[in-house]
């Protein structure tokens, strides 16, 4: 079954407007890693955060890893044409280290 | 290019037939793991290996299907006796973990179309 949440699953947006995806698992992650996939493309990394309330940027791109590390969120400001795809978040549990448990993913689209 | 690489990339069998896939990571990556994704839906592990050892292998994944990585380099995902069910899109990912780097570096895919 599904052991990380992600939602939306879809999200529509206008060239400019922000863009948030949000992840949520039922147990304690040791990480979460967030992954950005084109359309006919494989999964390309973007970013690993580790600790409890870590927050990361990558120019217009925020990460935050929740306070109990069960949840993350991926944040776009001022999204572009080049954004589109689908992203995904994927957790690591401490009990079986190396096995990544991906989300459903959040296909992004992004009317110019 | 020094990246992970599958094949095929592309393979159509009618049910009941075996396949074979390899995947070859990047050089000095020690880790090396296998992913099914189908439409809509994010990557589900299959299993993985660190160097030769195989670590860790889904209870989802049936005893039709088995990997090996006999010299802790290239890999093969076989599945037997395949059905409808088995169409997917079967990514290849590396790692090296020893230098404390999480990234796991996908393949493009080998997409396999059951009959």
């Known amino acids: 079954g599904q052991q990380v949440m992600q939602i939306p699953q879809y999200q529509h947006v206008q060239e400019g407007e922000d863009f948030t995806t949000y992840c949520n698992s039922s147990?304690?992650?040791?990480?979460i890693q967030w992954y950005k996939q084109r359309p006919g493309g494989h999964p390309v990394f973007l970013i690993q955060l580790v600790k409890s309330g870590e927050v990361k940027k990558q120019k217009r791109l925020t990460f935050q890893f929740g306070e109990a590390k069960k949840n993350s969120s991926l944040h776009i400001t001022a999204t572009q044409t080049t954004d589109v795809g689908t992203y995904f978040c994927a957790g690591e549990r401490g009990s079986t280290l190396g096995r990544l448990y991906f989300g459903r993913g959040t296909q992004l689209t992004v009317w110019p | 290019d020094t990246g992970v690489s599958q094949d095929p990339r592309h393979k159509i069998t009618k049910r009941g037939q075996n396949v074979t896939f390899r995947c070859d990571p990047i050089?000095?990556?020690?880790?090396l793991y296998w992913y099914r994704q189908t439409l809509g839906q994010g990557p589900e592990f299959l299993t993985y290996f660190q160097n030769e050892a195989q670590l860790e292998k889904s209870r989802l994944l049936s005893d039709r299907f088995s990997a090996e990585r006999p010299k802790g380099s290239f890999s093969t995902l076989e599945i037997q006796r395949t059905e409808q069910g088995d169409s997917a899109m079967y990514l290849c990912a590396s790692s090296r973990l020893d230098r404390g780097d999480y990234e796991q570096y996908f393949g493009p895919g080998t997409r396999l179309t059951v009959t």
């Open positions: 050089s000095e990556h020690n880790r």
């Open positions: 147990t304690t992650l040791s990480n």
